[in-house]
């Protein structure tokens, strides 16, 4: 049994969230109703981010219907979509004057099309009311049906990502309800209609191999960029931190990437799925 491990150190720590701009963001997304993934999933980079005046929106409301071990989103049973989410999501894109926009959601396996529809038609807004911004995608497995990925894709996204979080042998004990082979799939369908990205976190119990492994199947699908970030339990109900990996782990990640084929590679302690996703469109 791993140790849960309790104290950070130093190369963990974030600046507190603060500054006018970083207080603008967040008067616009509550004056919307809106959701980040930021608050959400407790990243640390909030303040970072939204003193740059940039945000991750999270569609189709604040309630996951699974409950991986490793997130602080919320889970159960959640509340229907709303159909002017999308326009309102647009709205805060264009008033942040956002080149590149980042919008994810909780996972609705109670949808019929997993919320595709309303991703595709927030695809569509945003290109209607910023021109020239270029948007990403972070979606959840549509539990395998592959006409709710098709129906995003059409929309025109830039970027596809997709998460596989963790190595194959710890997803009955981190994603009970994910499949491996299916975020895999998923990624490899996507290419060619968008460029492909996944993230992954390290210190929930991997090995090194394991992890070089799983960068391997990503390259082997075509994914062309990958995040790789440290595992920081939002609480002592979720998953323990086995061990921090150090910057100069995560500087040896990125370069074992590179040399892998990855178009890029966001390699560090902070790094999150949406860390400087505009610098990975091109």
């Given at each position: 049994m791993?140790v849960?491990?309790?104290?950070?150190?130093?190369?963990?720590?974030?600046?507190a969230?603060?500054?006018e701009?970083y207080e603008?963001?967040?008067?616009?997304?509550?004056?919307?109703?809106?959701?980040?993934v930021c608050q959400?999933?407790?990243?640390?980079?909030?303040?970072?981010?939204w003193?740059?005046?940039?945000?991750t929106?999270?569609?189709l409301?604040?309630?996951?219907?699974?409950n991986?071990?490793?997130c602080?989103v919320q889970?159960?049973?959640p509340?229907?979509?709303?159909?002017?989410e999308?326009r309102?999501v647009a709205?805060?894109?264009?008033?942040?004057?956002?080149?590149?926009?980042?919008?994810?959601?909780?996972?609705?396996?109670d949808?019929?099309d997993?919320g595709?529809?309303?991703?595709a038609e927030?695809?569509r807004?945003?290109?209607s009311?910023v021109?020239?911004c270029?948007?990403?995608v972070?979606?959840?497995?549509f539990?395998?049906e592959w006409?709710?990925?098709?129906?995003?894709?059409?929309?025109?996204?830039?970027v596809?990502n997709?998460n596989?979080?963790t190595?194959?042998?710890?997803y009955a004990?981190?994603?009970?309800?994910?499949r491996y082979?299916?975020?895999?799939?998923?990624?490899?369908?996507?290419?060619?209609r968008?460029?492909?990205k996944?993230?992954?976190m390290?210190?929930?119990?991997?090995t090194?191999?394991?992890?070089?492994?799983?960068?391997?199947?990503?390259r082997g699908?075509g994914?062309d960029?990958?995040?790789?970030?440290?595992y920081?339990?939002?609480s002592?109900r979720h998953?323990?931190?086995?061990?921090?990996?150090?910057?100069?782990?995560?500087?040896?990640?990125?370069q074992v990437g590179l040399?892998?084929?990855?178009?890029?590679v966001?390699?560090?302690?902070?790094?999150?799925?949406s860390?400087?996703?505009?610098?990975?469109?091109?």
């Amino acid at each position: 049994m791993s140790v849960p491990i309790r104290q950070r150190p130093p190369w963990l720590i974030a600046r507190a969230p603060s500054g006018e701009d970083y207080e603008d963001v967040r008067r616009l997304v509550e004056s919307k109703r809106l959701h980040t993934v930021c608050q959400s999933a407790n990243c640390p980079n909030i303040g970072e981010c939204w003193r740059a005046r940039t945000a991750t929106f999270m569609i189709l409301g604040n309630i996951c219907t699974r409950n991986c071990r490793f997130c602080a989103v919320q889970h159960g049973e959640p509340q229907p979509a709303d159909p002017d989410e999308p326009r309102r999501v647009a709205q805060a894109v264009a008033y942040l004057k956002l080149k590149h926009a980042v919008i994810t959601s909780v996972t609705r396996d109670d949808l019929p099309d997993g919320g595709a529809s309303l991703f595709a038609e927030t695809i569509r807004l945003i290109r209607s009311s910023v021109t020239g911004c270029t948007v990403e995608v972070l979606v959840p497995d549509f539990q395998g049906e592959w006409t709710a990925l098709d129906t995003v894709l059409s929309a025109g996204p830039e970027v596809l990502n997709h998460n596989v979080e963790t190595v194959p042998r710890l997803y009955a004990d981190i994603r009970p309800q994910a499949r491996y082979e299916r975020s895999l799939e998923l990624l490899k369908r996507a290419k060619g209609r968008a460029r492909t990205k996944s993230g992954l976190m390290v210190g929930v119990g991997e090995t090194w191999e394991e992890v070089l492994q799983t960068m391997r199947d990503l390259r082997g699908v075509g994914c062309d960029v990958i995040t790789i970030g440290q595992y920081l339990a939002p609480s002592r109900r979720h998953a323990a931190v086995v061990r921090f990996y150090t910057p100069e782990e995560f500087e040896e990640l990125r370069q074992v990437g590179l040399e892998m084929g990855f178009a890029r590679v966001e390699s560090g302690p902070l790094v999150r799925s949406s860390y400087h996703a505009a610098e990975c469109v091109v």
